[in-house]
T-cell receptor, first 111, second 116 residues
């Protein structure tokens, strides 16, 4: 079965640089979620989109923005990167209110 | 705001034995879902089991079952016939059922070790 695809899988950036993370949901899933997981922590919700509209918003820094496109893929844009942004970023998708399936994650390292 | 609490940071079990992981949550909503996710060393988040709050019957998926006590706001996971591959971090999670796109709120996680 098709799964959630995230790219890139690993990303290394310098402080103050910009990063773009991409997510391709499971086919026919209309909702995309972004989570951030720091070392030794549980995943923290950032933002979600349902049918290309922002649905829920968590503790997402103003330096971050995201959107969902017409083909339902989503991108998380992160600017002015800080050392504390180093984390594993998960994208998950679901069909409406059904359970969320997670992608493999993008490991972001900020130097 | 909803909160999820896992009071056992670490648990261990012998291979082939049974182990129960605890989870409590706090909410004022009547429509919600509860989940257990497994995160092995690969860091992939894998859905283990799901429970709808309106269902009285406890969910079961092969060797995994839950004990859902709605009045007590308790949602424990029982793993029977534990296998080495069950070793992972287990997260309990809550999601509101009221709107599409609702976030998952996770507990702190329980690290499960399976001893051969």
């Amino acid at each position: 079965a098709a799964g959630v695809i995230q790219s890139p899988r690993h990303l290394i950036k310098e402080k103050r640089e910009t990063a773009t993370l991409k997510c391709y949901p499971i086919p026919r899933h209309d909702t995309v979620y972004w989570y951030q997981q720091g070392p030794g922590q549980d995943p923290q919700f950032l933002i979600s989109f349902y049918e290309k509209m922002q649905s829920d918003k968590g503790s997402i820094p103003d330096r971050f923005s995201a959107q969902q496109f017409s083909d339902y893929h989503s991108e998380l844009n992160m600017s002015s990167l800080e050392l504390g942004d180093s984390a594993l970023y998960f994208c998950a998708s679901s069909s409406s209110t059904r359970e969320q399936y997670f992608g493999p994650g993008t490991r972001l390292t900020v130097l | 705001a909803q909160t999820v609490t896992q009071s056992q940071p670490e648990m261990s079990v012998q291979e082939a034995e049974t182990v129960t992981l605890s989870c409590t949550y706090d909410t004022s909503e009547s429509d919600y879902y509860l989940f257990w996710y497994k995160q092995p060393p690969s860091r992939q988040m894998i859905l283990v089991i799901r429970q709808e709050a309106y269902k009285q019957q406890n969910a079961t998926e092969n060797r995994f079952s839950v004990n859902f006590q709605k009045a007590a706001k308790s949602f424990s996971l029982k793993i029977s016939d534990s296998q080495l591959g069950d070793a992972a971090m287990y997260f309990c999670a809550y999601r509101s059922g009221e709107t599409s796109g609702s976030r998952l709120t996770f507990g702190e996680g329980t690290q499960l070790t399976v001893n051969p």
